[in-house]
């Protein structure tokens, strides 16, 4: 048996009927691209199944947990450093909403 | 140590993988459009208006019994479009509007419908040769009478265009692209007869336009060729500046300007250097050489539309006449030809002033537009672009006597030269502003910085611009000299650029005429060897190698390890570690030794060598694979118009490549078995390969094994509502790590299935059978970030 290393992506597909939503997240992930603090899209593609219908599929980076998972699963913060960190890491989320607010698309800026 | 917090990009629609904090994807789109920031308008591509003839009386068509206008008639011609041809509407190429006033617009085939051209383009063009008797019929009795020299083709491009009045009612057409009328019709209709066009849907027509060959001062370029030698010519530099890849050139023949061209880039043959420009440079500027005619009539230029005919069809000039749709002129894109500078003259360049020698190489009878002019000093290729991995690697640039101009490869196609024995499979690029004397001018690669192609020919109504590829001159040269050819690079490292490996391999029909030394044309040097007009040298001879047997035996083991299974129970196989392990056994031998397993079985059935060259073999891997694993690598010649990008090769492709009678015999189970075999055991050799990044934002051809480990659904969280009513899907998959070609992958992540315990395929991966997976939605690693350090 050999060593089968690979790699663990999410993967988001879209049936032809929703064609169009593809195309505007894949548009929104480009627009997004090298923006910091997100999941990473590393690209689309496009297949038929054998039944010979087009299926559309956007690969993403994997993750274990979502952001409401952890906030609801995981225990409070107690301690001063527990706090700290906490709201350290609230802050990189706000950072990162923020930056969603000002897109550099192509060179050119934009203010949402 | 903490990582930054990461949040998911929200999406709409869909709802699946969602943040808490919510945004609708929408408002990033509707707020740029009402933004204080004014968007930046991008140029229309939509052409402006164009003239239209005035519509000529005709008589109404009748269709069951009503009378329709002619226009709409017409339209009804066009089926609608057929949905798995939905998304390969490309840009539009040509619009032109009929006499009975019906807009047919091109576009350019993309997609399934590009896919499938490309299977399609080199057995049509083989028709062309096979079937000459049939066209040559129709060539004009004024024409079959006169006096002329050469090989008589007209100038022709094969496109493929969608071609109807709308998006809705488009069909992809293969184009004869001609000025020729005569020559159109004719070969429209063999291709029609062919049956190779009716199972994928395609059409054929004839589109009045005329590649131009810009070279010649004195003619246009498609004089026949002469017999004149090429050392009768002289080849003077029209000026020298900064850079020395696209300098301008003019050929002389006793002391006459006969043409002007460009030496895109240079070449080492053997140790000789060598300036790059086109065969159809040199050739006599006697127009009365010019034997074929454009159609007369000038302002009837239309499209000929051609009828699906029976393949028994026993006179084709006694089919259906092609529809007749009049139009006065190609689309204007509106867009102004560049404004080119001028290189500057030598004044500005402080480097050893290019030298040419008198020696002018090309093959005496040239199967690829080439030519090389030696040069005196030793120079290298540069970089005439700023090389931008970013771009798309359809991003050309093209530098000429008169700047660097920028287009995008947006197809391949044929395209045939009137001196040439044999089409010229070419890189269509999109651009504008190709003028008289640029021909010879090389493509570069904006991504990456290779060399495509050496453009060739250009259609000003088209605006494409045709170039060969550059891997197949350097084949062609490498077979007609014998010798190594390298393309010397810039500066001091890398020693020499590679060659574009995306380009198509080269022509299958080239079968180059390999002289002996002692023949006419070859001349020898104390130093290093030249050669003038001529191909010295054979192809070098094979060694012997481990038993035939043994190779074969030992690729089978190396194939049944290296297979793999997908979550749906397909198999495929990692072919690249199949090569690095045979290569890690055979360094630098392994081509030999491959192209010997070849060569032994073929002599089991044949005396003649096999028609293929060794230096097809690297391209060829995985058809020659899969031919061992069925136990008939003495197959390979018959494949040798294929190569591994070209799997899956469709039966009727297989059925025109393979001949039926002469393999009949060899199999206890006949032709039909073998096929049968063949097509079942193909799909394992074109895993689809995941080159992340905006590369990976295609369209994966048909029969392509998408090879997914596993694929696992996830459950998608719903914020605690019902879910929405979508049907996209989300999903874990393993994609094994051969197959992934990436670039700052964290290989920390890299993960390992046990090696006794096979990948789980999750191969129920129905919605009804979601399993309590997790969503998506933080990055584990980078969730500690919200994870409290516990303080002991």
């Known amino acids: 048996m050999q060593d089968r290393a690979y790699w663990r992506f999410a993967l988001k597909e879209f049936p032809e009927s929703l064609k169009h939503s593809f195309e505007k997240e894949v548009k929104t992930f480009r627009a997004l691209d090298a923006q910091s603090g997100m999941i990473q899209y590393y690209g689309c593609y496009e297949f038929k199944n054998e039944g010979g219908e087009p299926i559309f599929g956007i690969l993403l980076e994997y993750a274990d947990f979502d952001f409401n998972t952890a906030i609801s699963e995981e225990e409070p913060p107690v301690t001063p450093e527990e706090i700290r960190s906490f709201y350290e890491s609230m802050h990189e989320v706000a950072a990162t909403l923020t930056s969603i607010h000002h897109l550099d698309i192509n060179g050119q800026k934009y203010d949402l | ?792």
């Open chain 2, 1 to 792: 140590m903490q990582s930054p917090m990461e949040v998911l990009l929200p999406v709409e629609q869909s709802h699946l993988g969602l943040p808490q904090v919510r945004l609708s994807l929408q408002s990033p789109v509707r707020h740029l459009e009402t933004s204080a920031v004014p968007l930046q308008r991008i140029p229309s591509r939509t052409p402006p208006p164009i003239r239209t003839l005035a519509p000529h009386p005709t008589t109404p068509l009748v269709v069951d019994n009503t009378v329709l206008p002619s226009s709409l008639a017409l339209k009804a011609q066009f089926s609608r479009t057929d949905p798995k041809y939905a998304s390969s509407f490309g840009a539009i190429a040509f619009e032109r509007t009929t006499r009975l006033g019906l807009k047919l617009v091109g576009w350019r085939a993309i997609g399934l419908a590009g896919g499938q051209w490309a299977k399609l383009e080199r057995p049509l063009a083989s028709l062309i040769g096979a079937r000459r008797q049939d066209w040559e019929k129709q060539r004009p009795r004024c024409q079959q009478g006169a006096a002329y020299n050469g090989l008589q083709i007209p100038p022709y491009v094969l496109r493929c265009f969608l071609l109807g009045p709308d998006q809705h009612h488009g069909t992809p057409h293969v184009a004869v692209v001609s000025g020729c009328a005569w020559f159109r019709k004719a070969v429209g209709s063999i291709f029609m007869r062919s049956g190779l066009l009716a199972s994928d849907g395609f059409n054929c027509f004839g589109l009045p336009d005329k590649p131009e060959f810009y070279t010649n001062t004195g003619s246009d370029g498609t004089a026949p060729p002469s017999l004149v030698g090429l050392d009768e010519f002289e080849v003077q530099l029209l000026s020298v500046g900064p850079y020395f890849n696209g300098i301008g050139i003019e050929v002389l023949l006793e002391g006459k300007s006969v043409s002007r061209a460009a030496i895109g880039g240079f070449v080492h043959v053997a140790d000789g250097a060598f300036g790059m420009t086109v065969r159809h440079a040199f050739i006599p500027p006697d127009s009365s050489m010019s034997f074929y005619t454009d159609d007369e009539d000038s302002e009837d230029c239309e499209i000929d539309i051609f009828e699906h005919e029976s393949p028994d069809s026993s006179d084709w000039s006694g089919g259906q006449a092609p529809s007749t749709l009049g139009s006065p002129a190609a689309t204007d894109f509106g867009t102004p030809a560049p404004k080119f500078s001028p290189v500057q003259d030598s004044a500005t360049s402080d480097r050893t002033p290019l030298e040419l020698a008198s020696e002018i190489i090309s093959a005496r009878e040239p199967t690829l537009d080439w030519a090389l002019s030696k040069v005196g000093s030793s120079v290298k290729n540069e970089l005439f672009a700023e090389v931008d991995p970013n771009l798309d690697e359809s991003r050309i640039a093209v530098k000429t006597p008169f700047g660097v101009t920028y287009g995008d490869h947006c197809s391949d196609g044929i395209l045939g030269e009137p001196i040439m024995g044999i089409p010229q499979p070419v890189l269509v690029v999109s651009a504008v502003g190709i003028q008289l004397g640029d021909c010879g001018s090389w493509g570069m690669r904006v991504r990456d910085g290779k060399f495509v192609g050496m453009l060739i020919g250009y259609s000003p109504t088209l605006h494409e611009a045709y170039f060969l590829p550059m891997m197949d001159i350097i084949h062609d040269i490498r077979l007609q000299t014998g010798q190594t050819v390298t393309i010397p690079g810039f500066g001091k490292d890398p020693p020499t650029l590679e060659v574009a490996s995306s380009v198509s391999a080269a022509w299958p029909n080239a079968k180059p005429k390999i002289l002996e030394s002692n023949e006419p044309g070859f001349k020898g040097s104390s130093a290093s060897q030249t050669w003038h007009g001529a191909t010295p040298g054979k192809p070098t001879p094979i060694e012997p190698g481990p038993k035939h047997v043994d190779l074969c035996l030992e690729i089978k083991g190396l194939i049944k390890q290296y297979k793999r299974e997908n979550a749906e129970g397909r198999t495929f196989v990692l072919v690249e570690s199949l090569t690095r392990a045979l290569e890690a056994k055979y360094p630098e031998r392994l081509a030999y030794n491959l192209y010997s397993v070849v060569q032994k079985a073929h002599e089991r059935f044949s005396a003649e060598p096999p028609d293929i060259y060794l230096d097809n073999i690297p391209s060829m891997l995985c058809i020659l694979y899969a031919l061992i694993d069925l136990g008939h690598p003495e197959l390979l010649p018959l494949f040798r118009q294929c190569r591994d990008h070209d799997l899956p090769i469709r039966e009727e492709v297989l059925d025109v490549l393979l001949n039926q009678e002469d393999l009949e015999y060899r199999f206890n189970n006949g032709y039909r078995d073998f096929l049968a075999r063949w097509l079942y055991v193909q799909p394992a050799w074109c895993p689809f390969v995941f080159k992340l990044g905006r590369q990976l934002d295609v369209r994966i051809r048909p029969g392509y094994i998408i090879p997914f480990y596993a694929k696992k659904p996830l459950q998608p969280y719903d914020f605690g509502r019902e879910s929405h009513d979508t049907r996209a899907r989300l999903y874990q998959v393993h994609i094994p790590a051969e197959l992934v070609k990436a670039r700052g992958l964290d290989d920390s992540q890299l993960l390992r299935y046990d090696d006794h315990v096979s990948a789980p395929r999750f191969a129920s991966v129905s919605p009804e059978n979601i399993a309590d997976g997790v969503s998506v939605g933080l990055a584990g690693s980078r969730l500690l970030a919200l994870r409290p350090q516990r303080v002991p």
